[in-house]
């Protein structure tokens, strides 16, 4: 059971461990794995910014706090079926081969990103949003992923587009469509889930670009500007006649959060509609693994440990799960160093040997650049008999040993 309590930014102590704030991490210099308070500086640090937060007390120092005995503590587990009423769930078989895949795969998306490109590129020209091309250009990335996830989610780690927000809003679809296929929505909603998570950033076409690629902590101000983001694309998207509600919940809800700390209306649990909770866990993945303006890139691994400690707090636990589940302990992109000493990137995973993935190998023991990179299955390699079994030792960070996952191809 996860012990937190919601206290004001006014009773904090030295000791406490602050696990959740009152606005999202991203906008924050904080550490998003949850941080001790170890100075009144730095508890002077957190009231700038919040005005309550979230502590759990089974992390803190000052265990035997007077504010202990109001700790609430987590329900049990909800049903899937009970987050989505309504809508028939199903399971989709693998119908088609990693390797067969990923060749229609590539060109699906090539297609994708020149398609987000122009559509996004007319939108911040003052033009309206073309939803009937963008629903075109969904549609086969969504049967890719309905046949097969892994392609699709290796090959979005690798492209990468010269704007951030194409390519965070490309791979956001990706990893909503494969939480939504785990989870076994219809595939008209893994359709809605695409599109809604292409376009949920798309009113940061509307924000200076000042305020976008700022290097710094923006002021409240200027936050609050950067917030407006959502009024702008629910705008852009109602503008266009689109008609679907679960896009238009995706574009509007997507900064909320469970516990409530969220923006724009601080709607908490149930509140939120479903599949704004899924795009909620989905953006946050993606921006945290992705290089940004005022952040380092963090390992897939690192991100998926992030979401796991924040069940319950900022993202619904079931969907995390289910998320985890979806993309595997190490996901796609992860650059893993083995038992044998060679550094690989992780392509796909084994879905029934969560830690046993198809690795990418690129470096030798030494850790010297293979002449060729050599794909092997950890589920299936016997290369040695007599040798231990082949493992992954610990993941790294994104760019280690100067590995640049755009200039990969399988």
Same mark, same amino acid.
């Given at each position: 059971?996860?012990?937190? !309590?919601? #206290?004001?930014?006014?009773?904090?102590?030295?000791?406490?461990?602050?696990?959740?704030?009152?606005?999202?991490?991203?906008?924050?210099?904080?550490?998003?794995?949850?941080?001790?308070?170890?100075?009144?500086?730095?508890?002077?640090?957190?009231?700038?910014?919040?005005?309550?937060?979230?502590?759990?007390?089974?992390?803190?120092?000052?265990?035997?706090?007077?504010?202990?005995?109001?700790?609430?503590?987590?329900?049990?587990?909800?049903?899937?079926?009970?987050?989505?009423?309504?809508?028939?769930?199903?399971?989709?078989?693998?119908?088609?081969?990693?390797?067969?895949?990923?060749?229609?795969?590539?060109?699906?998306?090539?297609?994708?990103?020149?398609?987000?490109?122009?559509?996004?590129?007319?939108?911040?020209?003052?033009?309206?949003?073309?939803?009937?091309? +963008?629903?075109?250009?969904?549609?086969?990335?969504?049967?890719?992923?309905?046949?097969?996830?892994?392609?699709?989610?290796?090959?979005?780690?690798?492209?990468?587009?010269?704007?951030?927000?194409?390519?965070?809003?490309?791979?956001?679809?990706?990893?909503?469509?494969?939480?939504?296929?785990?989870?076994?929505?219809?595939?008209?909603?893994?359709?809605?889930?695409?599109?809604?998570?292409?376009?949920?950033?798309?009113?940061?076409?509307?924000?200076?670009?000042?305020? !976008?690629?700022?290097?710094?902590?923006?002021?409240?101000?200027?936050?609050?500007?950067?917030?407006?983001?959502?009024?702008?694309?629910?705008?852009?998207?109602?503008?266009?006649?689109?008609?679907?509600?679960?896009?238009?919940?995706?574009?509007?809800?997507?900064?909320?959060?469970?516990?409530?700390?969220?923006?724009?209306?601080? +709607?908490?649990?149930?509140?939120?509609?479903?599949?704004?909770?899924?795009?909620?866990?989905?953006?946050?993945?993606?921006?945290?693994?992705?290089?940004?303006?005022?952040?380092?890139?963090?390992?897939?691994?690192?991100?998926?440990?992030?979401?796991?400690?924040?069940?319950?707090?900022?993202?619904?636990?079931?969907?995390?799960?289910?998320?985890?589940?979806?993309?595997? #302990?190490?996901?796609?992109?992860?650059?893993?160093?083995?038992?044998?000493?060679?550094?690989?990137?992780?392509?796909?995973?084994?879905?029934?040997?969560? +830690?046993?993935?198809?690795?990418?190998? +690129?470096?030798?023991?030494?850790?010297?650049?293979?002449?060729?990179?050599?794909?092997?299955?950890?589920?299936?390699?016997?290369?040695?008999?007599?040798?231990?079994?082949?493992?992954?030792?610990?993941?790294?960070?994104?760019?280690?040993?100067?590995?640049?996952?755009?200039?990969?191809?399988?």
């Amino acid at each position: 059971m996860l012990h937190t !309590l919601k #206290i004001s930014t006014t009773d904090l102590e030295v000791g406490m461990f602050v696990s959740g704030l009152d606005r999202p991490w991203l906008e924050t210099p904080f550490m998003m794995q949850g941080f001790c308070l170890e100075s009144a500086e730095e508890i002077d640090r957190v009231r700038n910014y919040c005005s309550h937060v979230f502590v759990d007390f089974a992390k803190s120092r000052n265990k035997d706090h007077p504010l202990l005995k109001r700790v609430r503590t987590v329900s049990t587990a909800i049903p899937i079926q009970d987050i989505f009423p309504g809508r028939p769930l199903k399971t989709y078989p693998t119908t088609s081969a990693w390797k067969d895949e990923s060749a229609q795969a590539w060109l699906v998306l090539d297609s994708l990103v020149d398609d987000v490109g122009a559509i996004f590129q007319r939108v911040s020209e003052g033009g309206s949003l073309n939803v009937i091309r +963008l629903k075109k250009s969904v549609e086969p990335v969504v049967e890719s992923m309905s046949r097969n996830p892994d392609a699709c989610i290796w090959l979005a780690r690798l492209k990468q587009h010269d704007q951030y927000a194409y390519q965070h809003s490309l791979s956001a679809s990706i990893w909503a469509v494969a939480l939504g296929r785990q989870l076994g929505l219809p595939r008209h909603d893994l359709r809605s889930l695409a599109i809604g998570c292409m376009l949920m950033d798309v009113g940061k076409l509307r924000v200076e670009a000042s305020l !976008l690629q700022a290097a710094r902590p923006l002021t409240q101000e200027e936050a609050d500007r950067m917030r407006d983001h959502v009024f702008h694309g629910v705008k852009i998207v109602r503008e266009s006649g689109m008609m679907n509600q679960d896009v238009v919940d995706i574009v509007e809800h997507h900064h909320e959060r469970y516990d409530g700390s969220g923006y724009p209306q601080g +709607l908490s649990g149930d509140k939120i509609p479903a599949m704004a909770r899924i795009a909620a866990i989905v953006d946050t993945y993606d921006a945290v693994t992705s290089n940004r303006s005022h952040a380092a890139a963090i390992s897939p691994s690192d991100a998926i440990k992030l979401l796991y400690r924040s069940r319950n707090i900022e993202f619904q636990a079931e969907l995390v799960e289910v998320f985890i589940q979806a993309v595997g #302990i190490y996901p796609a992109g992860t650059i893993v160093e083995l038992t044998s000493g060679e550094v690989g990137v992780v392509v796909s995973e084994c879905r029934t040997r969560r +830690l046993k993935p198809k690795i990418l190998l +690129l470096l030798d023991k030494r850790k010297y650049r293979r002449p060729e990179p050599k794909l092997v299955d950890l589920s299936e390699d016997a290369s040695d008999p007599d040798a231990p079994p082949l493992a992954i030792a610990r993941s790294l960070e994104p760019g280690s040993y100067d590995i640049d996952l755009s200039e990969l191809r399988v």
